[in-house]
């Protein structure tokens, strides 16, 4: 099956700082990427989608100020949360749709916990 | 948003028997289902997907698809404790890149 990459597993950073998430897809191309948010005991939420080449596209409630995505490649996509406070660690879990293309299955990273003290 | 319900649980069920997880979903446009599994801290991994109205069996695991009743089930047979897990269940539609996901159900399988 498809892989995808994500880094790094987990991180702590101090609130105001920004932090990088980086997603890969291994031995495909992906141009079209999903960024989730996951609280405790809560289901995944989809925070943007993002495409190769384009501007991602923000869930409702979403800051795009705040978390930047960018899709420079076909086969990597980052997420910065900027500003990072308390509120904003979670389990953040990037996937990508494989050969099947949309309507089929999502293949996920391994996801990365941040936690801002 | 469309939504996806599921029972939360903990659905407990002994070792050896069959659980029964259940969602039901609300836009009748939804045509692809998927069951994921979830450990602790880990990420969602697919179990099962279908599209089409019946029964799909793979190996101990049976999903069931009602598009008429909106609801989609996954039977586990044989429950080991390592099926312990959190099962969510998604759905997308047909010209979106959307995939929705259900709140989860814990299952618990007692040794």
């Known amino acids: 099956g498809a892989v995808v990459s994500q880094h790094p597993s987990w991180v702590i950073c101090k609130s105001g700082t920004s932090v990088k998430i980086e997603c890969r897809s291994l031995?495909?191309?992906?141009?079209?990427m999903f960024w989730y948010r996951q609280f405790p005991k809560q289901s995944l939420m989809l925070m943007a989608t993002s495409n190769e080449g384009s501007k991602a596209t923000y869930e409702q409630g979403v800051e795009k100020d705040k978390f930047l995505i960018n899709h420079a490649s076909l086969t990597l996509s980052t997420l910065t949360v900027t500003s990072a406070h308390p509120e904003d660690s979670s389990f953040y879990i990037c996937?990508?749709?494989?050969?099947?293309?949309?309507?089929?299955?999502?293949?996920f990273g391994e996801g990365s916990r941040l936690t801002v003290l | 948003q469309k939504e996806v319900e599921q029972n939360s649980g903990p659905l407990s069920v002994p070792e050896g028997a069959i659980a029964s997880l259940n969602c039901t979903y609300s836009d009748r446009g939804s045509q692809s289902f998927f069951w994921y599994r979830q450990y602790s801290g880990k990420s969602p991994e697919l179990i099962m997907s279908?599209?089409?109205?019946g029964d799909k069996e793979d190996g101990r695991f049976t999903a069931q698809l009602n598009k008429a009743s909106q609801y989609v089930s996954l039977l586990i047979r044989d429950s080991q404790p390592s099926d312990s897990a959190t099962y969510l269940c998604a759905w997308t539609t047909s010209g979106t890149y959307k995939y929705i996901f259900g709140t989860g159900t814990r299952l618990k399988v007692l040794a």
């Open positions: 031995d495909f191309q992906a141009t079209t």
């Open positions: 279908i599209y089409s109205n």
């Open positions: 996937s990508a749709p494989g050969l099947a293309g949309v309507n089929g299955e999502l293949f």
